[in-house]
């Protein structure tokens, strides 16, 4: 089955950078969407950004577009996710998540148009 494992979150300082992997397996992803979402304590999961895997298609949410990037590395099976600029409201588990682009395309924004789910990284940003 599906399997998606993150990595790459950390404690860093307002205005740093850091790099987020998604290592995806046990399937072929050629039409898949590969999509970031965020939870912050008390808050509800919300959508980050999201790729097709041909890479030809790209989301963003408005408070990320400009400084976080998302891409993907198809030889690697893995999407990235770039996050620059960095703010405190930034912190939350950031989690990776896949679904078929044909029902991901219903609404990439939506957390119930995925069915497969990684098991979060934290990123922790500090004024």
């Known amino acids: 089955q599906v399997q998606l494992v993150e990595s790459g979150g950390g404690s860093v300082q307002a205005g740093d950078s850091l790099r987020l992997s998604c290592a995806a397996s046990?399937?072929?992803?050629?039409?898949?969407?590969l999509g970031w979402f965020r939870q912050a304590p008390g808050k509800e999961r919300e959508f980050v950004a999201a790729?097709?895997?041909?890479?030809?298609?790209?989301w963003y949410a408005d408070s990320v577009r400009g400084r976080f990037t998302i891409s993907r590395d198809n030889a690697k099976d893995t999407v990235y996710l770039q996050l620059n600029s960095l703010k405190p409201e930034d912190t939350a588990v950031y989690y990776c998540?896949?679904?078929?682009?044909?029902?991901?395309?219903?609404?990439?924004?939506?957390?119930?148009?995925?069915?497969?789910w990684g098991q979060g990284t934290q990123v922790t940003v500090s004024s």
């Open positions: 998540a896949a679904e078929t682009e044909i029902r991901a395309r219903l609404g990439v924004y939506q957390t119930y148009n995925y069915d497969y």
């Open positions: 790729i097709t895997w041909s890479g030809i298609s790209a």
């Open positions: 046990g399937h072929t992803f050629s039409n898949y969407v």
